[in-house]
C-alpha cells in the first residue's frame, strides 16, 4: 500500500497570510491526526478527524482548523499565521485512530 | 506530571550493545502502547507496539510491557550506528487521542 502523502512539502509564507495543507491516508484508514512539531515543543497534537467528524482536538488557538473529506483525504488551514507558526506538520493515518503512521511533514516557514 | 514521561537523554551506548529506553505513563486506563523511531529531519517511523502485560519481540527489538508500574521499554539488542535516533513512546486510550512524550535521543557510537 502507498504510505501517507503530505502536500506541499515545503512552505514559506508571510506573517498574516493564512495556508492549506493537504494529506492523504493510507488507502482504507479512517482516522487522520495532525501534530505540529517545533525543537522546543516535541510534538504536538492538533486534531483527529474519523469519518469526517473531529474526534480529539489539542490545545490550539481557533486559527488552526481542520476538515476531513468522505474519501478520509483530510486539510488543515491555518489562518493570520504568526512566526511561531513555522514548525513541521506531520499528518497520521490509522485503521482505527490507534497505531498510527506518518506522512513526511510539510515544513512550514513563517517570516 | 506529564502524561507520558522519557529521559530526553542522549543515551550513548556502544555499537553491539544493548540499547534500553524507558517510558512511564500517567493514565491507568491506556490500553495500547507504541515506540516510534524519528531520524533528524525525518517524519515519525513506527517500530514497535504492545498491548500486553510482557515482552514482544520483533527482531532485534523488545517491547516490555509492565501496566501495574506504569512503565513501558524498548531494547534494542546489537545496537547499530544506524539505530542513532530519537524514539518517542507513545500511549493510546480507547478513541482518545494518541499522547507521545518528548523522545530520548539515542547515540550509538562505533
Known amino acids: 500500500k502507498a504510505g501517507v502523502t503530505q502536500t506541499p512539502r515545503y512552505l514559506i509564507k508571510t506573517r498574516g497570510q493564512q495556508v492549506t495543507l493537504s494529506c492523504s491516508p493510507i488507502?482504507?484508514?479512517?482516522?487522520v491526526s495532525w501534530y505540529q512539531q517545533t525543537p522546543g515543543q516535541g510534538l504536538q497534537f492538533l486534531f483527529e478527524?474519523?469519518?469526517?467528524?473531529?474526534?480529539n482536538k489539542g490545545n490550539f488557538p481557533g486559527r488552526f482548523s481542520g476538515r476531513q473529506f468522505s474519501n478520509s483525504r483530510s486539510e488543515m488551514n491555518v489562518s493570520t499565521l504568526e512566526l511561531g507558526d513555522s514548525a513541521l506538520y506531520l499528518c497520521?493515518?490509522?485503521?482505527?485512530?490507534?497505531?498510527?503512521?506518518f506522512g513526511p511533514g510539510t515544513r512550514l516557514t513563517v517570516t | 506530571q506529564k502524561e507520558v514521561e522519557q529521559n530526553s537523554g542522549p543515551l550513548s551506548v556502544p555499537e553491539g550493545a544493548i540499547a534500553s529506553l524507558n517510558c512511564t505513563y500517567s493514565?491507568?486506563?491506556?490500553?495500547?502502547f507504541f515506540w516510534y523511531r524519528q531520524y533528524s529531519g525525518k517524519s515519525p517511523e513506527l517500530i514497535m507496539f504492545?498491548?500486553?502485560?510482557g515482552d514482544k519481540e520483533d527482531g532485534r527489538f523488545t517491547a516490555q510491557l509492565n501496566k501495574a508500574s506504569q512503565y513501558v521499554s524498548l531494547l534494542i539488542r546489537d545496537s547499530q550506528p544506524s539505530d542513532s535516533a530519537t524514539y518517542l513512546c507513545?500511549?493510546?486510550?480507547?478513541?482518545?487521542?494518541?499522547?507521545f512524550g518528548t523522545g530520548t535521543r539515542l547515540q550509538v557510537f562505533p
Open positions: 497520521a493515518s490509522s485503521p482505527t485512530g490507534d497505531e498510527q503512521y
Open positions: 488507502s482504507g484508514h479512517r482516522s
Open positions: 478527524y474519523f469519518s469526517e467528524t473531529q474526534r
Open positions: 493514565d491507568r486506563g491506556s490500553q495500547s
Open positions: 504492545i498491548y500486553s502485560n
Open positions: 507513545a500511549v493510546h486510550r480507547d478513541t482518545d487521542k494518541l499522547i
